[in-house]
C-alpha cells in the first residue's frame, strides 16, 4: 500500500512539474503569437490588424505604468518628436528631435563610427547616447494608459 | 511495480528532456533577421533588413538597414541604386517581452537618419554594453527605412520577424 501510495505521490508530482513546465511554455508561445499577429513571419506589419499604440518598457524592461496604474502608450510610428527622451547613459533631452540632432551632430563631428565612403555603403555605429527612450510622465500626460 | 515506477519515471524525464530543448532551441538563436523588398517607384526598389543578435559581448546587437536597389538588364531590383546624401533614411527600434511572451513594449528608438554621403546604403547599428532593457528578456528589432523617389519617401516598416525573438544576455 505504501508502495502504491509512494508511486502515487511520486507520479503525481512529476506530472505536475511537467504539466507546469509545458504550461509555461505554451504560455510563450500563445503570448508571442497574441502580441505578435499583426506582424508577419516575414516581418511585415498588418496595418488593417496593427494597434494605434505599443507599451513601452523600463530600464528593468518590465512594462512601464502611468501614476494610475495603466500601462504607458507610445504611438505606433514612435517616439513623437516633441515629447522629452532620455538616453541610454540616462542624458536628458527636451525632444526627441533635439536628440536626433544631437546624434546628427555627433556623426558631423566625427564622434560616431561611420563606415563607408562615397559611392559605397553607409553604416552608422551608435553609441548609448545615439539611442533614446520616451519620457513615461510626458507620454502618459499626451496619450493617456491603457487598462 | 518498481520497474513501473522507473519506466514511468524516465518517461517523465524524457518528456522534461525534450520540453527543456525545445525551450533552449528559442533562446538559443544567433542571429534573428527579415529581410527583402518593401517599396517600389519606378526601376527602383527599397530592400531592407532588421536584425536582433548577440553582439560582441553578448549583450545584444541591434540593426536596421535601408538599400536602394534598381532593376538590371531585367532583374528586378538586382543592383545597387546610388542615391544622393539624405535620400536614404533609417530609424532603429527595438523592443522587449518578458521571459514568458507578453504585450511587445519599446526598449529604445534611434532617431530618423538620413544618409550623409552619395550611397546606395543606410544601415544604423547598435553593439549594446548591457542588455539595453533588462536580462533574460526576449528582444527583437524594428526598422524604418526610407528612401526618396523625388516626389514622396518610399518604404516601410520592417521587424526582425515572428517569432522573430532573440534571447538577452547571451
Redesign the interface.
Known sequence: MR??NG?SR??LA??A??VL??S??A??????RS??DW???????NAATAPDF???????????RCADGG?VR?PLS??PADVPVFD?TGKAYPS?AA???S??QR??NGDIN?T???????????G?E?????SVSALCERFGSEK | MRSSIRRGTATLSLCFVLAMSMLAGTASAHVVYQSGNTGWFGNKCVWQKSEVSHGSSGKGYFLAGTHAKEDVAGFSCAGNSFMAAGNIKTQLQFYTTDQFGGSTALCYSSGLLASTILSYELTIAYDANIPPCGSLRYYRTRGLGQVWSGTAWVGSYLWSGTPGVHFLPA
Not at chain 1, 504560455?27 to 508571442?32: D, H, L, M, S
Not at chain 1, 506582424?39 to 506589419?45: A, K, L, Q, V
Open positions: 508502495n502504491v508511486f511520486r507520479t512529476l506530472t512539474g511537467v513546465m509545458l509555461a511554455i504560455g510563450t508561445a500563445v503570448a508571442q502580441g505578435s506582424i508577419g513571419p516575414d516581418g511585415r506589419e505599443l507599451g513601452v518598457a523600463d530600464e528593468s524592461g518590465r512594462p512601464a500601462l507610445v514612435g517616439i541610454a526627441m536628440a536626433q540632432e546624434t546628427n556623426i558631423a561611420v563607408g565612403n562615397t559611392n559605397s555603403g553607409q553604416v552608422v555605429h551608435l548609448a545615439d539611442v533614446f527612450r520616451p
